[in-house]
């Protein structure tokens, strides 16, 4: 049997074609080697429909340096380009299009909107969602904080911590207002009165879709924001489970905890201990979210087509309810080394490799 073919594709970070995850793709490549699964590294930009053939990103284990080469359409594509503001973005939805027929291991997920909707669906997850509306008007901003004091109002689409502010009331037609810009720049706290703070958020919007969304209190003793970012992917048995769970915690004065914005990783365990002290509650809050992990993902595949893997972030109030933030589908990895988790920084790289050569296994099988 011919040795199957894993095309990563991706998007250049600029036009001097950057990769933002060239070391992960190295080690795609080489435990998809040890595994016998071919794989090379693609953007749309390399691919020509007259060639039908793609000029290829090969990555060699043994010399460790990179070529290129022309190759033959992969069996199976593992898609991890991130929304941009690029005529290369404009070039993927060519791409997706034209090519849709091929066998994609991940199709892509809606906006951060419509992902909250479709959970708001199944009477189960309710619970676990704050309460979140779209910003169509100032009327919704202040219809949320009738009903809470704090606030976030952040992006539908997007990742990384941009453009993402925190609105909490703090006296009579008084707020605070802090965050950070499309450019993760810090926002320093500032008080804002009733009478400005309209005017504001729709210049924070400028026409732009984003979301309302009800705050959840997650400011440590050290007065430093923290959640959880949980990864979830299928295997090599084409089965859904958690590869880990890690505790992040915001730099000194941001809103988020993204580590692309200066946050720290930490272990979830660690973490917890500081924020629920009751041992047993500590380990059914962290069952409890390794379930609801699973069920969303599958859910959200029933939902939507094929996905192969899915980042939550996850807040937990000082009572242990969990709540779904966001959810990620093209997550990074580099939280589970940060923590020295070599197990799940491990699965994590090869987990998407495993379920390739499953699917390959399943297509095989239908031949």
Known sequence: MPTPVLGIMTLYLNDKKQLEERPIYERMITEGQKLDLEAFVFTPADVSSSKKAIYAM?????????????????????????????VRFEQLKKFRAKYGHLNFLNRPLSDKWTIYQSLRKKAAFKPHLPETLLFNSLSDVYQLLKKNRLIYIKPAQGTGGRGILRVEKVGAKLYMIQGRNLQRKIISPRKMHESSLGPYLLNWRKGNSFLVQQGIRLVLPNGRVHDYRMLVQKSGSGKWSVTGCAGRVGAARSVTSNLHGGGQAVAMSTLLKQWIKDEKKQEEIKKKAEQLGVEIAEY???????????????????????????????????????????????NAIIRPLEYALWVYQQKDKEK
């Open 300 to 346: 959200l595949e029933s939902q939507y087509s094929a996905l192969c893997e899915l980042a939550l972030d996850l807040a937990i109030n000082k009572s242990g309810q969990i709540y779904v933030l966001e959810v990620n589908p093209k997550p990074s990895r580099e939280v589970f080394s940060q923590i020295g988790d070599t197990d799940a920084y491990h």
């Open 58 to 86: 090969v990555f060699d284990p043994v010399t460790k340096k990179w070529s290129r080469k022309w190759r033959s359409f992969p069996d199976m594509i593992f898609d991890r380009c991130r929304i941009q503001r690029s």
